[in-house]
């Protein structure tokens, strides 16, 4: 962390959106030069207390890249190597994107927040899950990996029909079965036509996943939803969900919405377009995830949660308030990759401390209170 703290400021004098390029570019460097990889690696390990089993899955520790760093699965070696419990690549669409106009990313310093609009933009599912399979064949991948798909976004040609929307998802889904540990259906991108007032109409929640789960058969799926929806709708899409038994959860995406309440100075953030991400995003998704846990209790479906995450303390408090896993990405920009590990060891003392004996002891075991 401290010599990430010592290139930050040439990061941070570089187009926001530029230094994510460079970043991937350095981590497809470096994971591609033999042996790197193997010295820098973190164990992601770090103590059988951090352990959580979810939908069938194993995770070493709760801390998953979130969606949108790696939008596809360029840098999943790297990313591994960091200490992540799991990765979360996307969202990928049935076909390329360019995404919307650039510019698109901007930097909110004194939130270390960041307002994105990039609107989707990644290599097309063909491409991407062709990466993964070599990846997979060469048994590179040692991390459960998500694939959080969505439909191709074609600023241009204006909304895709339904029929067209849910073929987009079930045409990625298809591509990623065999590869991929879990499917989150990313139902509500704030920054995209299609995306953000698509699923309001809940019965396409049903064709959408009547579609996809024939082609996916077991593989878990996950549903991220905007916060932003009303209760009763997303009761209402809960309640479909549970009619699918291979969809095991679901999250909470950005809110299209600007929280009050910010310190940058506003120039940095009005009349621009976007969701922001980051830490003013964390006290609000705290209660959004307390009220998704009790909703779902008593059912099977458990929560994946992001949004501010930057220290072992917000992971605890979130899991407490009902997440079974978090994940991370607007700290990564501001704390750089030795983060993960941090929290991850910081969790695990934190714990032992509290007397905790496994972390899932405590999944949601505040969740009442909010
Ligand atoms: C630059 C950027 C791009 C993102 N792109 C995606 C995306 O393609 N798909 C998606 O589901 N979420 C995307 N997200 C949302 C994140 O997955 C996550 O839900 C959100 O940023 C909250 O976590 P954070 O506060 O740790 O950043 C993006 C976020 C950022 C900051």
């Known amino acids: 962390m401290l010599f990430y703290r010592g290139i930050r400021p040439l990061l941070f004098s570089l187009d926001p959106e530029k230094a994510h390029q460079l970043g991937i570019r350095t981590g497809s460097i470096v994971q591609s030069i033999p042996g790197v990889l193997r010295f820098i690696r973190c164990d992601p390990n770090v103590d059988p207390i951090l352990r959580v089993a979810l939908a069938g899955i194993d ?72 990466r993964l399979q070599d990846l997979r064949n060469r048994d590179a991948i040692k991390t459960p990996i998500g ?78 939803l905007s916060p932003d ?11 479909i969900a549970l009619q699918y038994r291979s969809v095991a959860g679901v999250m909470f995406n950005l809110s299209a919405h600007r929280r009050e309440g910010l310190v940058s100075a506003p120039s940095t953030y009005q009349d621009r377009p976007g969701a922001i991400a980051g830490r003013p995003t964390k006290d609000w998704m ?28 917000d992971a605890y408090r979130r899991i407490r308030l009902g997440a079974s896993l978090v994940q991370v990405y607007t700290a990564l920009i501001y704390h750089g990759p030795g983060l993960v590990a941090k929290i991850n060891r910081d969790l695990a003392e934190r714990l032992r401390r509290d007397g905790v004996n496994q972390l899932s002891d405590v999944i949601g075991i505040d969740a009442m209170e909010r």
Request: net charge negative; hydrophobic share 40%.
């Open 147 to 224: 694939v959080n798909l969505v439909n191709t976004n074609e600023p241009s040609s204006g909304p895709s029909s339904p029929d067209a929307v849910i073929d987009d998802y079930r045409e990625s889904a298809k591509r990623f079965a065999d590869v991929t540990s879990y499917l989150m259906l990313n139902l509500s991108c704030p920054n995209t036509i299609d995306g953000r007032g698509f699923f309001e109409q809940s019965s396409r929640l049903d064709d959408l996943l009547r579609s996809v789960t024939e082609v996916t058969g077991d593989v878990p799926v996950f549903l991220k």
């Open 59 to 130: 995770f070493a520790n709760p801390i998953g890249l979130a969606a949108g760093l790696d939008k596809s699965g360029e840098i999943v070696p790297a990313m591994q190597a960091i200490g992540f419990g799991h990765l979360e690549i996307g969202s990928i669409s049935a076909r390329p994107s360019k995404g919307n106009q650039t510019p698109r990313l901007w930097r909110l310093i004194d939130d270390a927040a960041v307002l994105v609009h990039y609107g989707l933009p990644n290599d097309g599912s063909v491409v991407v899950a062709k």
């Open 286 to 313: 705290d209660r959004r995830t307390a009220w998704l846990f009790r909703q779902l209790r008593g059912t099977r479906l458990r929560i994946i949660s992001a949004g501010g995450i930057q220290n072992a303390t």
């Open 229 to 239: 929806w009303e209760q009763t709708l997303i009761a209402d899409l809960l309640d």
